[in-house]
């Protein structure tokens, strides 16, 4: 459990604590953007294996709240994560790193990026959710409790980061986005257009949700059904 723990802590950590703030600058101008890229991301993929290895280590026990009482909503959450997920991956970004030309576009916010400016990790939000629901014990909630915190806190901390490296191009089109999910469309600053968002994206997105359905015993050894 104390490995668990600190693998959370690491994890989370690094990526608040250093890319959210202006150490994330020194770094970079000390040792150059690609070095600090590559270097936060070994410590990254570190963070990650850690918490799997020690996450995996551990037996579950439902000793928070009882998990049979909330399956039903959670397959549809999981189904609105691997949508999210993605669409958020395959849908060019100025919140993605080297995207920053969407901003130059006529109209820079089209699909997904009408629905929220971090669709990817709003996805990663709802799958951390979803497995938190459905499992209920101690360690679940510090290992999807973390890729949480990074998934609620990260939009945030990388609307700072945007807004301050690309100014009036970065207001443009965070005047018509929105970092909550369908809220610039409720306000009016946007609309609902399924079409832009990619018929492909969607079907791909609902077959990686099924394989995982049937594949998830197998790659982790429980069964969500």
Request: glycine fraction near 10%.
């Amino acid at each position: 459990m104390v490995s668990l723990l600190l693998a959370a802590i690491f994890f989370v950590g690094i990526h608040l604590f250093v890319s959210g703030t202006g150490l994330r600058q020194r770094l970079v101008d000390k040792l150059g953007e690609l070095p600090y890229l590559g270097l936060f991301s070994v410590l990254s993929l570190v963070g990650i294996v850690w918490l799997c290895s020690a996450y995996g280590a551990l037996t579950s026990e439902n000793d928070l709240w009882h998990p049979d009482v909330v399956k039903p909503p959670v397959y549809l959450l999981m189904l609105f994560a691997f949508q999210f997920v993605v669409i958020g991956l395959t849908t060019p970004s100025p919140t993605a790193a080297g995207g920053e030309a969407v901003l130059d576009q006529d109209e820079p916010a089209r699909g997904m990026l009408r629905v929220t400016r971090h669709p990817f990790l709003w996805g990663v939000a709802m799958w951390a959710v979803s497995h938190l629901l459905i499992s209920g014990d101690v360690p679940s909630l510090m290992f999807f409790g973390a890729f949480l915190v990074l998934a609620l806190v990260g939009p945030s901390s990388i609307d700072a980061k945007r807004k301050k490296k690309h100014g009036e191009r970065w207001d443009r089109f965070a005047t018509v986005t929105s970092s909550l999910p369908f809220a610039a469309i409720a306000s009016g600053r946007n609309s609902l257009r399924i079409g832009e968002i990619g018929w492909w994206r969607i079907a791909l997105g609902l077959v990686l949700f099924v394989t995982a359905q049937y594949a998830h015993e197998w790659a982790f050894g429980v069964s969500p059904f």
